[in-house]
């Protein structure tokens, strides 16, 4: 029941991306149609059927993805790993793609991570809920999450209210995840008591980050030695994972993102991983993956 979805809504998915037609032949799913057809949708029923197996509720957009990875050929053997999560509201927390894979496989492993990507592809929520993760093993004591604190393409000139006031808009897409995946009054506490911190980057200055699981958010508008400030900060225990997408710089003309030059340097460096995702990991829903193809491809 949890491979077919609700109404078998997901195999009415694997019937329309894969040109293919499903139907149950006593205990055996059958999928018909030409042979390229059937090999594609077949990858992608055995991806799901794994997931299925360990307990998870799929949807179409699940299917969608599982095809996707059927298409790449370094995902084709790939497996979807298991929850990393839930959300307040139960929904399971877990990579979809092979580049989400690579993402949350690369946090696991390494104590600094650089992911860049486009929108859409759930780097910060990934790496949020890693965070979280690692604090509810108490594998760190606290979480860090920071951003610089740019505006994308317009001036928005002064800001009313007390500091918090005025630097909170620039954080909200931290917040959003936390709220997310946390209830209300445990992520109030956990802001209230310290455990979570949402600061800019200029806030990073000086700072040593013990056993901490920090987050750089937008890392794309931070210049080199701003992000280079913030990646001496690791502290002994700590973990960081910096994500960015390079082709949304809301830096002033003339001014250079840290976020490739680091990337660049670092690839190589022992405890250091650098992952790149791209269209084919996004999982906002398909709309976002055609307009960052069109934008790529179109003058």
Known sequence: MRLFGAFDANLAAIEERCGVRCFVDGESLVLAGSAGRTERAESAV??????????????????????????????????????????????????????????????????????????????????????????????????????????????????????????????????????????????????????????????????????AFVIVDEAQNAGPEQLKMLLTRIGAGSQMVVVGDATQVDLPSGARSGLRDAARRLQGVEEVAVVDLDAADVVRRPLVARIIRAYETTP
């Open 46 to 211: 055995r991806a799901l059927l794994v997931s299925a197996l360990r307990g998870e509720q799929m949807t179409p957009d699940d299917v969608a993805l599982a095809v996707a990875d059927a298409d790449r050929p370094e995902a084709a053997a790939a497996m979807l790993p298991a929850t990393l999560l839930r959300s307040k509201r139960g929904r399971e927390i877990r990579a979809r793609t092979a580049g989400q894979r690579s993402f949350v496989e690369a946090i696991e492993r390494h104590a600094l991570t650089i992911c860049i990507g486009p929108a859409g592809t759930g780097k910060t929520f990934l790496a949020i809920a890693m965070a979280l993760r690692a604090l509810r093993d108490r594998n760190v004591s606290r979480i860090v999450l920071t951003r610089p604190a740019v505006e994308a393409g317009e001036r928005l000139g002064f800001l009313p209210g007390d500091l918090k006031e005025k630097i909170d808009p620039y954080l909200r897409p931290l917040y959003d995840a936390i709220d997310e995946l946390l209830e209300e009054s445990t992520a109030a506490k956990y802001i209230e008591r310290g455990t979570i911190e949402v600061a800019p980057i200029a806030y990073m200055r000086g700072r040593t980050l013990a056993n």
